[in-house]
């Protein structure tokens, strides 16, 4: 794992945390779920699962990036972190396009779908962002997790030697390009920067979230591969 380094040399602080929960964080990016797309054994059927769920995982994410950008202008100690998250925001409305339009395609009736369990907890934790309480630092760094996760998962699904559905390829690469990975990044920058300014207790606080994402997107894998 190639690691991120801060501006004095030493080892970032979110280049850490992949280290230290390097178990958690492969489960997360390398789940069955994945890796079935990846050499084409994946249940269709599974697929859709996914498709549904995470159509209303992105609704509920809209507020929480919202709430992230209303952080960031109060608390951010850089403008161009607000311009970074609405990109956020502005690719948001094109996605939950797509996922309309992809749900038509695989006969997904998204108006007749009720979020599982795994669903519900990951959506209860996006709504806690709102938390006034919640710091700038906590939330860039959660925003960061979610969105890096779906990167290094779907980017395996596009390597030359996968053997993802042809089917399936749109959805990898709507996530996996290397655009995407590069806006992770700046997400990246961004948390680490705040938190090698942040008091020891909100870098303790946003690892904790860290850890809790890894976690939900788990079981959000765990979910969808199910047969429930």
């Given at each position: 794992?190639?690691e991120?380094?801060?501006?004095?040399?030493a080892?970032?602080p979110?280049?850490?945390?992949?280290?230290?929960?390097?178990?958690?964080?492969?489960?997360?990016?390398?789940?069955?779920?994945i890796?079935?797309?990846?050499?084409?054994?994946?249940?269709?059927s599974?697929?859709?699962?996914?498709?549904a769920?995470?159509?209303?995982?992105?609704?509920?994410?809209?507020?929480?990036v919202?709430?992230v950008?209303?952080?960031?202008?109060?608390?951010?100690?850089?403008?161009?972190?607000?311009?970074?998250?609405?990109?956020?925001?502005?690719s948001?409305?094109?996605?939950?396009?797509?996922?309309?339009?992809?749900?038509s395609k695989?006969?997904?009736?998204?108006?007749n779908?009720?979020?599982?369990?795994?669903n519900?907890?990951?959506?209860?934790?996006?709504?806690?962002?709102?938390?006034?309480?919640i710091?700038?630092?906590?939330?860039?760094t959660?925003?960061w997790?979610?969105?890096?996760v779906?990167?290094?998962?779907?980017?395996?699904?596009?390597?030359?030697?996968?053997?993802?559905?042809?089917?399936?390829?749109e959805?990898?690469?709507?996530?996996?390009?290397?655009?995407f990975?590069?806006?992770?990044?700046?997400?990246?920058?961004?948390?680490?920067?705040?938190?090698?300014?942040a008091?020891?207790?909100?870098?303790?606080?946003?690892?904790?979230v860290f850890?809790?994402v890894?976690?939900?997107e788990?079981?959000?894998?765990?979910?969808?591969s199910?047969?429930?």
């Open positions: 794992m190639e991120e380094r801060s501006g004095g040399g080892t970032a979110t280049a850490t945390w992949l280290i230290k929960h390097f178990s958690s964080y492969s489960r997360a990016t390398r789940h069955p779920f890796l079935g797309i990846c050499d084409g054994t994946v249940d269709f599974s697929f859709k699962r996914w498709l769920q995470d159509y209303i995982f992105v609704r509920e994410f809209v507020p929480f919202a709430n950008l209303l952080k960031a202008c109060k608390q951010s100690d850089d403008i161009s972190d607000m311009e970074t998250i609405l990109g956020g925001i502005a948001l409305s094109d996605e939950i396009s797509w996922f309309k339009n992809e749900a695989w006969d997904v009736h998204l108006a779908v009720a979020p599982l369990k795994e519900i907890e990951y959506c209860r934790f996006l709504q806690s962002f709102g938390s006034p309480e710091d700038y630092t906590v939330a860039i959660a925003f997790a979610i969105e890096t779906y990167q290094n998962s779907f980017s395996l699904c596009i390597q030359s030697d996968s053997k993802t559905p042809v089917e399936l390829m959805t990898c690469q709507r996530w996996g390009n290397a655009g990975e590069q806006y992770c990044k700046s997400l990246q920058k961004i948390a680490d920067r705040r938190l090698e300014k008091p020891s207790n909100i870098v303790e606080e946003a690892q904790e850890v809790r890894l976690e939900h788990i079981n959000f894998w765990n979910m969808s199910s047969g429930c």
